[in-house]
């Protein structure tokens, strides 16, 4: 069989060769002949005329008309403007294809039940603190402060959360990183060069009872401890510190191509960012005491870049170096480290944050103006977001269960207040025809019940009713089956039968549906395969395989 159906397609492929040569040299007899010499040689015997199409009768645009395939060709651009496809020129060994694609945004197939002490969802493949939207992260707190709605700057506790889920998710999922300790005044000690008016002594601090490094500096610039370094590849950077106010330690970057050089100025004082050319300075509090602060002086250096304008470049990981650590003013010095990546420690500045930042009524307000649709009241600063409460207890469950302490645990279950307060009334509950709860990620007056937002404060409900012993008798536990009935009831109303809707305004505000991006859309399906995973209910399983199909291109069949 198999040697036949080989013999047949080296048969057809011949066949293939003689029908295309015999077109190129022979193509002149027949209907060929009749057309203009120079689309018979720019088309290599395929001609083609130019024709004019018409679009609806609105307008037109040039096409290709070929008589011999009676067949008409339309530009790609027209296609890709006109359905949403996605295309583009791709070479694999040298040959040419174009490829075309109904969607993008990735479907993750999960292989394992979800867990929540494990990754939270796909985030592992999320880059929070690169994005564009926000500005730094802050030297006191370790956390992102974002600039979505306001370009001053400010904590956005859904960011924070995802911050924290991410670096969570990486440490599960990456490699053991890289670790060199440069001085822990133990084990691990340096020479610093101390300039003639400047001092520096190894002593035991009683307070953190270890041997640490103290320094002191003039007002003089020249005046410095320094130490010579030549690192790449790692640029962590993680010291515990303790300096008085106006103090710093400074890191130094060089470019190794471009003999540029970057100053990374981290001081104790209380101020976010400032950067003017090659110096960039990051406060980091001035509390007399030990801390410790990790920072990803790549991401530092480019925030400051990006805060002056700068354009954003390409790869500085490969291209910088460390070169050397300067210290002025006065202070104590510790436990300098540099690693590959230091992922727990920035899960536990984002959860750390969330139990300090939490308020009374347990939720974390928004403190930025929000403009959610045409036709709905803005939200004032100080907002809830369901999906704020959520994403939250998603990491304070993790974090509780990593630790043990029960400080996380009891900032979760008081997250659960919020969520059962109406919109109305200052919290962001919703309900759907009077009778389905829903957790409103922005919590409209009407409500406008958005999908993904809905089902992130499901999985905070999960997490917490598993993290505290699957208890069917608790409170979250009771609200999440509450969720997943609304879920499953309203779930074909999302459905457009070639996508999904983000939400329901075209219910609840009346307006032209808001059909949710291919992004968002991926987004719900993943969601979708997840809940799957925990509910058998046929619905979660043949909607996600549905709307997976919506992606290819399947479409809900027409009458
Ligand atoms: C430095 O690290 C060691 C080991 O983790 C720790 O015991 C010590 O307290 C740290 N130093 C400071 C000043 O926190
Ligand atoms: C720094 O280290 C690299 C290898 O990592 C080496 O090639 C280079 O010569 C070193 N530079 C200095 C100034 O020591
Ligand atoms: C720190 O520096 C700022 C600006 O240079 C100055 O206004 C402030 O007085 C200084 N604080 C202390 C405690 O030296």
Redesign the pocket.
């Given at each position: 069989m198999m040697l036949v159906r080989m013999n047949m397609k080296t048969v057809l492929g011949a066949l293939c060769v003689a029908v295309l040569l015999f077109t190129l040299f022979w193509g002149h007899c027949g209907d060929f002949s009749r057309r203009p010499l120079g689309s018979v040689l720019s088309e290599h015997g395929h001609g083609a005329d130019d024709i004019e199409c018409i679009i609806n009768g609105e307008y037109s645009v040039s096409c290709r008309r070929d008589r011999e395939r009676d067949d008409v060709y339309v530009p790609f651009s027209l296609v890709h403007k006109y359905f949403e496809i996605y295309g583009k020129i791709t070479t694999t060994d040298g040959v040419e294809k174009f490829e075309w694609s109904h969607s993008y945004g990735k479907i993750y197939h999960p292989k394992k039940k979800y867990d929540p002490r494990g990754t939270f969802t796909t985030f592992e493949n999320y880059n929070v603190e690169v994005r564009d939207r926000v500005k730094c992260i802050s030297g006191i707190e370790g956390v992102p402060i974002s600039t979505q709605w306001d370009p001053k700057g400010f904590f956005y506790p859904t960011q924070i959360a995802q911050f924290g889920l991410a670096h969570y998710s990486k440490f599960l999922t990456e490699a053991e990183p890289r670790r060199r300790i440069i001085d822990d005044g133990e084990k691990h000690i340096e020479n610093w060069i101390v300039s003639k008016d400047a001092f520096m002594v190894r002593e035991y601090d009683s307070e953190s009872q270890t041997n640490i490094l103290r320094f002191s500096t003039s007002d003089h610039v020249s005046s410095q401890v320094w130490l010579k370094v030549?690192i790449?590849?790692d640029f962590v950077l993680s010291a515990d510190v303790m300096m008085k106010p106006n103090s710093s330690m400074t890191v130094v970057l060089q470019n190794k191509e471009k003999k540029e050089t970057v100053y990374l100025h981290y001081v104790a004082s209380t101020q976010l960012i400032y950067a003017q050319d090659d110096h960039i300075y990051y406060g980091i509090g001035v509390e007399q005491k030990w801390r410790k602060i990790t920072r990803d002086l790549i991401i530092d250096m480019q925030k400051g870049w990006i805060l002056q304008d700068r354009p954003k470049r390409r790869s500085p990981r490969n291209k910088f170096?460390i070169?050397s650590v300067i210290l002025s003013g006065t202070g104590g010095l510790d436990n300098v480290t540099v690693s590959s990546s230091e992922h727990m420690a920035q899960f536990y500045a984002a959860a750390s944050w969330l139990v300090r930042a939490q308020r009374g009524r347990g939720g974390w307000p928004v403190p930025a103006r929000r403009r959610v649709a045409a036709g709905v009241a803005d939200l004032a600063p100080g907002w809830y977001s369901a999906m704020s409460q959520g994403h939250a207890i998603s990491v304070l469950a993790r974090a509780y269960s990593r630790s043990g302490d029960v400080t996380y645990l009891q900032a979760a279950r008081r997250a659960l207040y919020v969520l059962d307060v109406p919109s109305h009334a200052g919290g962001v509950k919703a309900l759907w025809m009077d009778k389905f709860v829903w957790y409103e990620e922005y919590p409209t007056k009407p409500p406008l019940f958005v999908l993904n937002g809905f089902i992130y404060t499901l999985l905070g409900l999960y997490d917490l009713h598993v993290i505290e012993g699957e208890n069917s008798m608790s409170l979250a536990k009771k609200m999440f089956d509450d969720g997943m009935t609304s879920l499953k009831t309203l779930l074909p109303l999302f459905d457009t039968g070639s996508g999904s809707f983000y939400d329901l305004r075209h219910f609840t505000l009346g307006v032209s549906p808001n059909i949710a991006r291919w992004d968002y859309h991926a987004t719900h399906v993943n969601q979708l395969y997840l809940l799957a995973g925990l509910d058998d209910d046929p619905i979660l399983l043949n909607t996600a395989k549905r709307w997976e199909g919506y992606m290819q291109g399947k479409r809900a069949a027409h009458n």
């Open positions: 030549n790449s590849q170096k070169s």
